[in-house]
């Protein structure tokens, strides 16, 4: 079993539709979790993080962690075709190393 | 945050030869990290480079196979020896963010590597 557990999709939405995207994980030491994006032949950038459970809100995006399920999603409002990228999973016990799941390819339809 | 570089971008290379990545940083890092990406996979963590250290390699990962320099605070090379085509990959640095934030890290855009 992965640590980490990410639906690859891929997953096409029309324009102005609400986006969720999970994971699960199985190491109940992660304490940080985050989602990045990765538009297509760049690196990754940090979308955003959160620490332990609870929800976060930065403008159209939601963070939420469920520690008690391992169960961590981000939420996207009114979403964009700029949006369309593929966005990862990744969590951290405290230690610099982070584990990512696998990315789901996310497409947004004019 | 900051500004990272990689050279090559891509290459092509032929089997049995090794290949030198770069990874350039605007600012000085204490700790640089080596990521490999297949295709449809997940970020892996190849290795930690502390400057004035010997590397960290992650489980599956050797020396011998990817060894890694970090001459200064601002850049470090991956080299990927003796290469097979199941090394055709995308490689990306990262670094750590401010103050050494577990969770913030920034990365290159990575090199292309195909091997043929």
């Known amino acids: 079993q992965k640590e980490v557990e990410q639906d690859p999709g891929p997953l096409s939405v029309p324009e102005g539709a609400i986006v969720s995207l999970n994971c699960t994980y199985s190491n109940s030491a992660f304490q940080y979790f985050m989602w990045y994006r990765q538009y297509s032949r760049k690196g990754p950038e940090l979308l955003m993080y959160t620490y332990s459970s609870g929800n976060k809100e930065d403008g159209r995006f939601t963070a939420q962690v469920d520690k008690s399920s391992k169960y961590i999603s981000l939420f996207i409002r009114d979403s964009q075709p700029s949006d369309s990228a593929t966005y990862l999973c990744?969590?951290?016990?405290?230690?610099?190393?982070?584990?990512f799941g696998q990315g789901t390819r996310l497409t947004i339809n004019p | 945050s900051a500004v990272i570089s990689q050279k090559p971008s891509r290459d092509i290379c032929q089997r049995g030869t090794s290949l030198t990545i770069q990874c350039q940083v605007d600012?000085?890092?204490?700790?640089m990290f080596w990521y490999r990406q297949q295709p449809g996979q997940s970020l892996t963590l190849i290795a930690t480079?502390?400057?004035?250290?010997?590397?960290?390699?992650e489980s599956g990962f050797v020396i011998d196979k990817f060894p890694i320099s970090r001459p200064n605070l601002t850049f470090s090379t991956l080299t990927v020896s003796n290469m097979s085509p199941e090394d055709s990959s995308i490689y990306l640095c990262?670094?750590?963010?401010?103050?050494?934030?577990?969770?913030?890290?920034?990365f290159g855009p990575g090199t292309r590597l195909t091997v043929t």
């Open positions: 480079a502390n400057q004035g250290s010997e590397a960290t390699y």
């Open positions: 990262s670094v750590e963010g401010v103050g050494g934030a577990s969770y913030e890290q920034y």
């Open positions: 990744a969590m951290s016990g405290g230690a610099q190393k982070l584990v």
């Open positions: 600012s000085q890092v204490t700790m």
